[in-house]
């Protein structure tokens, strides 16, 4: 059964980043590439950043289930297709989600089980810092998702894991850690100890 994990953050607080460092760092892991209908930024790839599709194409399959979850935000959908867990556990792999918060609650509602991870900017000033610096939005879109992460940053409570961004590396090391920590909690671990412990009460039998 594949471990999912959530991550989620206000737009500027280094979660694509830190991502990156996990997948880089950690094997087992796969990445759900969202389906999105805005339009592609900078140097974004499809299928690498998003698979971007029409409002049309997206709302069909919204019709269709096919969404493990979905948003509209900032005037756009965000959705995770439900194909990416099917491949996730079909080749032993865990789940990687990098989704909104409304999407988080989401998903923890079907998947209960499901790792959810919040990461915040040190403070209002260096997350608008960060925003401005990426020069991609206008002054309005800024103010638009600092309004946006001011309302996200109230849910943290609803998560399992809370990291403050004002390291990089060491808020890195502190994902991967989360990852690996997770992945070796005892109700996880119950099909490979089980057989251990057979060997014992085998032993002891055999013994008398």
């Given amino acids: 059964m594949s471990i999912v994990f959530i991550i989620s953050a206000p737009s500027g607080s280094g979660k694509s980043t830190?991502?990156?460092?996990?997948?880089?760092?950690?094997?087992?892991?796969?990445?759900?590439?969202?389906?999105?209908?805005?339009?592609?930024?900078?140097?974004?790839?499809?299928?690498?950043?998003?698979?971007?599709?029409?409002?049309?194409?997206?709302?069909?399959?919204?019709?269709?289930?096919?969404f493990l979850e979905y948003v509209h935000a900032l005037g756009n959908y965000y959705g995770t297709h439900r194909s990416a867990l099917e491949r996730a556990e079909a080749e032993g792999l865990d789940l990687v989600l990098d989704i909104e918060v409304m999407g988080a609650a989401e998903v923890k509602k079907k998947l209960p089980d499901a790792v959810s991870i919040f990461v915040l900017a040190p403070s209002?000033?260096?997350?608008?810092?960060?925003?401005?610096?990426?020069?991609?939005?206008?002054?309005?879109?800024?103010?638009?998702?600092?309004?946006?992460?001011?309302?996200?940053?109230?849910q943290y409570e609803s998560y399992d894991y809370v990291l403050i961004n004002d390291d990089l590396e060491e808020t890195a090391q502190n994902l991967i850690g989360i990852v690996r920590a997770e992945r070796v909690k005892r109700f996880r671990m119950a099909s490979r100890i089980q057989p251990?412990?057979?060997t014992f009460r085998t032993g002891s039998r055999t013994r008398r």
Avoid: K, Q
């Avoid at 592609?40 to 950043?49: D, I, S, T, V």
């Avoid at 309004?147 to 940053?153: N, P, Q």
């Fill in 18 to 66: 830190l991502v990156g460092r996990l997948m880089a760092s950690v094997p087992g892991l796969t990445f759900s590439v969202s389906y999105t209908t805005r339009a592609p930024r900078g140097l974004e790839r499809e299928g690498e950043n998003y698979h971007y599709v029409s409002r049309e194409e997206f709302e069909r399959r919204i019709e269709a289930g096919e």
């Fill in 124 to 154: 209002r000033e260096i997350l608008e810092a960060r925003l401005r610096s990426r020069g991609e939005d206008a002054d309005e879109v800024i103010e638009r998702r600092l309004a946006r992460a001011a309302m996200e940053i109230e």
């Fill in 196 to 198: 251990i412990l057979d």
